[in-house]
């Protein structure tokens, strides 16, 4: 079956930085999005990434815009989020998500196509 495991979290300090990844088993795509998404106690589910793998274009919540940095390996089969300078409100549970073969990027903006999600990982920044 198709899985999607999340890796990378910890706890760090303000300013400090991440690598998550994410590792895709079961399942190929050439053309789907795959997202990070975060969820701290209290708050929605935020879409802070996205990259649709047909053409490689990426989506940045305006929050992270220039401290994250989404990519994707395909020879590897994961998606990677590389947090640069953390912040205490970066803080929350952070899962991967995949949705099915789509024909654009487009579609990555819509939170229903994500139809595959890992289970998380915690970052905790600490001011």
């Known amino acids: 079956q198709a899985q999607l495991l999340e890796s990378g979290g910890g706890s760090v300090q303000g300013g400090g930085s991440l690598r998550l990844s994410c590792a895709s088993s079961?399942?190929?795509?050439?053309?789907?999005?795959m997202a990070w998404f975060r969820q701290a106690p209290g708050k929605e589910r935020e879409r802070v990434a996205h990259i649709y793998t047909g053409d490689g274009s990426t989506y940045y919540a305006a929050s992270v815009k220039g401290r994250f940095t989404i990519s994707r390996d395909n020879a590897k089969n994961t998606l990677d989020l590389q947090i640069n300078n953390l912040r205490p409100d970066d803080t929350a549970m952070y899962y991967c998500?995949?949705?099915?073969?789509?024909?654009?990027?487009?579609?990555?903006?819509?939170?229903?196509?994500?139809?595959?999600w890992g289970q998380g990982t915690q970052v905790t920044v600490s001011s």
């Open positions: 998500a995949a949705s099915r073969v789509v024909s654009s990027g487009v579609y990555c903006s819509r939170g229903e196509q994500y139809k595959r």
């Open positions: 079961g399942y190929t795509y050439s053309r789907n999005c």
